[in-house]
């Protein structure tokens, strides 16, 4: 058994853990300490063949274990802390007087990383934080706290909150950590803030503060706003605590608990306050949206009518209870586009080389309906608040675009036209005395085909697919297999199938 390192210390350093050369293919992590400089060093190693007449070669290579990639536009700091630390410990107290926790001031026993925009650079730990294998990163610009702690493991992906102490502008950025052969890749992007992880919204007429459970900040949320999310202690128990601030100028007691939420279950909660309160977990695309509103409102006209509570809702209704353009109205509302394309039947005949007609498909009743809007969220209810100084009403910023399509076909029959043949009628639809309803003293028609799309363009990188349903007929098919293959036969007349 062949390794590397014996454990034997020198001085202030250390040698690292033995690890075996014989097994091609690994890959590992070793780790070496060095007192004189408080590090802890992180070396990734892998074991691979050589190639060629070197074949019976194995090739070490050593890498650092983690590599920190900065790829937004302003340069960020990157430190390693304690899981539960809530603030900076880069701060030289002896050099400075009155020092906040975002000095620029670094110190010795927990060093920082500084990355330019565009940057990269090795990581490796401190020895005051063995124990733990966290980190944490603020940007480089005075004034910006440092964010939770974010683990540091071979793959995974954290959405992390940097705020400013000074504006209480916040700021969202998202953390990928990608494993390169022995290598931990830890990429620092900037987050959409068309599709933030988590958003809270508030429908009500009540004040709202929320934070993270066992976490002291916390938001305050105003009547009719929203608020774009993440968790601030990524590591800490994924519960949302939400209460309510009284109201009334003067008013000195203490705020009502309405309750803890867990923002990655989807249902619907009991009303609070004594049932004026709704309570909500629903998707918005990728995002996972807390939804608050006032019961009283429910019904009402001074509802948000194209809410996207009331657009899921009547979707939801059955598709042959409703005409193509009623569905697409609910997602389109003022649409700037309307293309509409109608025609009364299809004929297609199949025919051999003789020529005499195999098969004739007959599609009756066409109707193609497009819907095109660019501003159709505007009054959604679904807000971009990237700060706390930017909180605006629920209305969105972006204007995305909304592409909504309904395809129906009245009937579809195919016949066969061999006069010998003991079924004319290949395939049909029901009868269509079966196609109608009565719904409200209006006779509505049943397609034998209906297709509906409706598609937003709002989420970058994202083909979200927002509503698609097909609903179609109970089909009959009746054919003998000797007729199939004639018909077969007819476009390969130089292949037998008898």
């Not at 250390?14 to 070793?30: C, M, R, V, Y």
């Not at 209704?317 to 509302?333: G, K, P």
């Not at 909304?402 to 009868?431: G, K």
């Not at 598609?455 to 009959?476: C, D, M, N, Q, T």
Request: with cysteine; hydrophobic share 35%.
């Amino acid at each position: 058994m062949a390794s590397l390192g014996a454990r034997k210390e020198s001085g202030q350093r250390k040698w690292s853990n033995p690890f075996i050369l014989d097994l091609a293919g690994t890959t590992g992590e070793i780790e070496a300490d060095n007192y004189g400089v408080n590090r802890k060093f992180s070396i990734g190693y892998s074991i691979r063949p050589a190639k060629g007449q070197y074949s019976r070669t194995k090739v070490i290579m050593l890498t650092p274990r983690f590599m920190l990639i900065n790829t937004m536009s302003s340069a960020i700091e990157v430190c390693h802390s304690s899981s539960k630390m809530m603030t900076s410990t880069v701060v030289n107290m002896d050099n400075t007087s009155g020092s906040v926790a975002n000095s620029r001031i670094t110190s010795p026993v927990n060093p920082v990383v500084e990355l330019d925009a565009g940057a990269y650079a090795d990581f490796h730990w401190t020895l005051r934080f063995a124990k733990t294998r966290t980190i944490r990163c603020r940007f480089a610009e005075f004034g910006w706290s440092w964010s939770g702690a974010v683990p540091l493991v071979e793959s995974g992906e954290y959405a992390v909150r940097m705020r400013h102490e000074s504006t209480r502008e916040s700021k969202l950025v998202r953390v990928t950590l990608k494993l390169d052969s022995s290598c931990v890749c830890v990429y620092f992007r900037e987050e959409r803030t068309t599709a933030p992880p988590y958003r809270v919204e508030n429908y009500s007429l009540e004040t709202l503060r929320s934070h993270q459970h066992r976490v002291r900040r916390s938001e305050i949320l105003l009547p009719h706003h929203s608020l774009d999310y993440a968790w601030d202690e990524p590591t800490e128990e994924h519960l949302l605590v939400v209460d309510m601030l009284p109201s009334a100028a003067g008013d000195n007691s203490r705020p009502l608990r309405i309750g803890s939420f867990d923002l990655d279950k989807i249902q619907r909660y009991s009303d609070a306050l004594s049932g004026t309160l709704g309570i909500e977990v629903s998707t918005d695309g990728p995002t996972r949206v807390l939804r608050f509103t006032d019961t009283r409102l429910r019904g009402k006209n001074t509802a948000p009518v194209n809410s996207r509570v009331a657009n899921d809702l009547a979707a939801m209704t059955d598709i042959s209870e409703n005409r193509a353009m009623q569905l697409l109205q609910r997602f389109v509302t003022a649409p700037t586009v309307h293309a509409a394309l109608h025609l009364q039947g299809i004929g297609i005949s199949i025919v051999d080389s003789a020529p005499k007609e195999l098969v004739y498909m007959s599609i009756s009743g066409i109707t193609l309906e497009v819907l095109f809007s660019k501003d159709d969220q505007n009054n959604s209810g679904a807000s971009i608040a990237g700060s706390a100084a930017s909180l605006s009403r629920l209305e969105r910023e972006t204007r995305p675009q909304v592409l909504a399509c309904c395809l129906e076909v009245s009937d579809v029959q195919i016949d066969n036209q061999l006069q010998l043949t003991p079924y004319p009628v290949l395939l049909r639809f029901s009868n269509p005395s079966d196609r109608s309803r009565t719904l409200k003293g209006q006779t509505v028609r049943i397609p034998a085909l209906q297709v509906s799309l409706v598609k937003h363009e709002e989420y970058a990188g994202i083909e979200f697919i927002r509503h698609f349903s097909v609903s179609i007929l109970p089909v009959h098919i009746r054919a003998r297999r000797r007729s199939a293959l004639s018909d077969i036969a007819a476009f390969n007349p130089h292949q037998n199938l008898w």
